[in-house]
């Protein structure tokens, strides 16, 4: 019965050692990849480039779907965080994002601190008045008037050249709007786009457009200084978003006509 007994814890050991040999031959299960993120940056302010519907708090808009389209392009998660519109680009630099996308002017001022891409709107500034106001007809009769802009834009700095204008600075269009609407301004000035968008949503009952167009400016993805490998990875895909009819079929949903 010894013998048996140590034949058989004998034979058992082998079987261990065989299946262990097994096991070790059996490749490891290899680890899932790390997911891209892309975290990008925009004010939310800026209809129909980007804003909040109200009761939701996803981002649509213009933007919001170019940059989800170029991101899905690349391979990548894509994030959005909402900040004012002048911590975007301190978030870029402190690498708190990756891109900043929010209807922002390609400027000489903001290329020393920031790479842009390659334009993908051309928009330009324009003046909006109460609906019954025939004494201002464009920028040139702003001289000595109360004027709401929108905080950071290049409106803002058109403001600052009307001689003796009272401007007030608000956070998004809507409130400098409103400041108009109640009264507490005689004109606001910002991009034609927004201001247009905002007369289609129901503010022409109150307001509208006067002169014409100023300052063509091209609108630009920052990304931060150095990170050229980012910034041509965007050209690329909005090179092919352009070329095979994506940004146009998006151009039309949210601006009601083909891009010209």
């Known amino acids: ?29 290899k680890k899932a990849e790390t997911e891209k993120v892309l975290r ?12 909040q519907k109200e009761g939701s708090d996803e981002f649509t808009g213009f933007d919001m779907d170019l940059i989800r389209a170029i991101g899905t392009k690349l ?58 106001d025939d004494t201002i007809k464009g920028f040139s009769d702003l001289e000595g008037k109360r004027i709401a802009v929108q905080i950071g834009t290049t409106g803002a700095n058109k403001a600052g050249e009307v001689k003796n204008a009272k401007v007030t600075a608000f956070n998004d269009n809507t409130a400098a709007a409103m400041e108009l609407k109640n009264g507490g301004a005689d004109a606001v000035i910002n991009d034609s786009p927004v201001l247009k968008y905002y007369l289609q949503q129901g503010g022409s009952a109150d ?10 400016e091209d609108y630009g993805i920052a990304v931060k200084k150095g990170n050229d490998k980012l910034a041509a990875e965007i050209n690329k895909a909005l090179a092919e978003m352009k070329q095979n009819g994506e940004y146009d079929k998006l151009y039309k949903t949210w601006f009601g006509e083909e891009k010209k």
């Not at 990008?40 to 804003?51: N, R």
């Not at 307001?207 to 063509?216: C, L, P």
């Open 1 to 29: 019965m010894k013998k048996i007994g140590f034949l058989m814890m004998a034979l058992l050991a082998m079987l261990a050692l065989l299946a262990a040999g097994c096991g070790g031959s059996q490749e490891a299960p």
């Open 40 to 51: 990008v940056g925009t004010e939310p302010a800026f209809a129909p480039f980007e804003f």
């Open 75 to 132: 391979g990548y998660k894509v994030e959005i965080s909402s900040m004012g519109f002048d911590a975007l680009i301190p978030a870029l630099n402190s690498g708190n994002i990756d891109v900043a996308i929010a209807g922002m002017s390609i400027t000489d001022e903001r290329k020393k601190v920031v790479v842009f891409s390659d334009p993908y709107y051309t928009s330009g500034l324009i003046v909006m008045v109460k609906k019954d």
């Open 207 to 216: 307001a509208k457009v006067v002169g014409a167009v100023m300052n063509s």
